[in-house]
């Protein structure tokens, strides 16, 4: 991919930008060929695009049938996982020879989309406050039980990883936390941000302050905040039942699937897809 090329490319995807958010965002903050981890490479055929970090997260975007053309892009690359829209990140799985690789986690969630002029704020007492102002050894408590639950993650690599993660949120200023009484009960934030449309993520209640309508309080409570800064458009996923009703009593509507496969280690596929070491 040119550089030249690079605003054809970034038009297809805006075109619809909740199924592309995270290369459109990630090319907006690091460029493209960038230096960071998260910054991306891309191919295209004109249609479908194909994106991958440079810490091997391969991001495809368009149609299932661009998924060979697309698995021979990313050969001989280090690839740690897919995701994306469930029909292209399948597809690719399959046409790269990485369906059924050893993965720490390999799931299929429910993707929403809402109209920030219909967001419903729950009624009821609280504070959003952002994560700088809580009690850091209690959020990063939070964020390793989030990322051993919600991305299977070995709870050491967890605990090494929970606290460059808060130092990212206090930084961008994406995440926060609903106090109640003064007591923090729940966290939201936002992963990715294109044009006047957020991608909620992040989402997490403790355990035991769970089915008291917090996490969607919450989010509501930050979307409102954002929708009043400009933004008029959100798209979020849903990692089970429980979190898909909370997310529709604010408005969200489901639009489709999304999968999300992380290999169990760097995996490489030569030309032909075999296994390269």
Known sequence: MTPDLLGAVTGVMAARAHLAMFPLSNLDRFGLDGVDDLAVSLWWDGASVVGVTRSGMVLPFGDPAAAPKMAAAIAERDLVGVIGERRVARALLVAAGLDGVAATLDRDEPQFLLDLAALVVPPGQGQLVPVADVDQSLLTGW????????LNADPVR?????ESSLKRYIAARSHHVLCVDGAPVAMTGVNARVGDMVQVGGVYVPPALRGQGYAGCAVAMDLARLRDGGMRRATLFASGPAAARAYRGIGFTAVGDWTLSLFDGPQRRGPGHGTVH
């Open 143 to 150: 964020i390793v039980a989030y990322t051993i639950e919600a």
């Open 158 to 162: 967890a605990q090494a990883q929970a």
